[in-house]
């Protein structure tokens, strides 16, 4: 049985990343949440974590304190559910657009933080940030044009790519961000989750507000 330590859900998004991929594949584990900028955080978080940060797994005496290595280790783990495409090239692509959100994109996590809670314009979109947008867009498009036959999500099946784009639907949504027919097909399916609804309603049920993460 596996334990995940995450943050806020209204505000982790990278804990938001490994918890939907274990609960997507409905795989078990018990769930300990942290506050995010708290005292009981700054206590705790090293007795879990040793880079000081959420998400960690742990697995018997093993912890894993990445979202990108949690969810190479839970595809070592379950081969038989398929957590990366089953396909070689396809594979290589989820892999290269996973890495390319876990390194990149830094406009759209400084300026678009995640906030479950929110739902406003983005104030103003700098044309770095346009930029990043873009290439969102392209990533989701180009998957949907090439895999749809198989499924509804980037690579027909849930992978641990879409688990790696969720929090990016959530702020699209949250901050109004236009996007074409074809990424909001993509966008739709992925909030229509039961999963990501029980995540956005739990994110919603918490009090805690950290400022600067809100307007
Ligand atoms: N590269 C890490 C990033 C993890 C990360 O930045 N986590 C944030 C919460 S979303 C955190 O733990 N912040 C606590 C702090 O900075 O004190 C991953 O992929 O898991």
Redesign the pocket.
């Known amino acids: 049985m596996y334990t995940l330590v995450i ?1 806020n859900k209204n ?5 938001l ?2 918890w939907l991929l274990l609960t997507q594949f409905d795989i078990e584990f018990e769930e300990l949440r942290l506050r ?2 708290d005292d009981e ?2 206590q705790n ?1 090293r007795h879990y ?1 040793p ?5 960690v797994l742990i697995s018997g005496d093993l912890r894993i ?6 969810s190479e280790y839970i595809a070592e783990q379950h081969p038989e559910l398929n957590c990366w495409p089953k396909k070689t090239a396809a594979r290589a692509v989820a892999r290269s657009i996973s890495s390319e959100m ?1 390194s990149g994109f830094s406009q759209i996590r400084t300026c678009l933080p ?1 906030n479950c809670r929110r739902k406003k314009p983005a104030a103003a979109i700098s044309p770095e940030l346009a930029d990043e947008i873009e290439r969102v867009r392209d990533i989701w498009s180009s998957c949907r044009r090439e895999y749809a036959r198989n499924g509804e999500f980037l690579f027909g099946g849930f992978s641990i790519a879409d688990a790696m784009y969720a929090p990016v639907v959530l702020r699209f949504d949250s901050y109004g961000i236009e996007v074409g027919a074809m990424e909001a097909e993509y966008m739709e399916t992925m909030r229509s989750l039961p999963s990501l609804q029980a995540w956005i309603s739990a994110a919603r049920a918490e009090t805690e507000i950290i400022e600067a993460y809100e307007d």
């Open positions: 943050g505000y982790s998004s990278w804990s990343r490994a995010l900028n955080f700054e978080i974590s880079s000081g940060l959420v998400p304190w990445d979202s990108l290595a949690i876990h995640m």
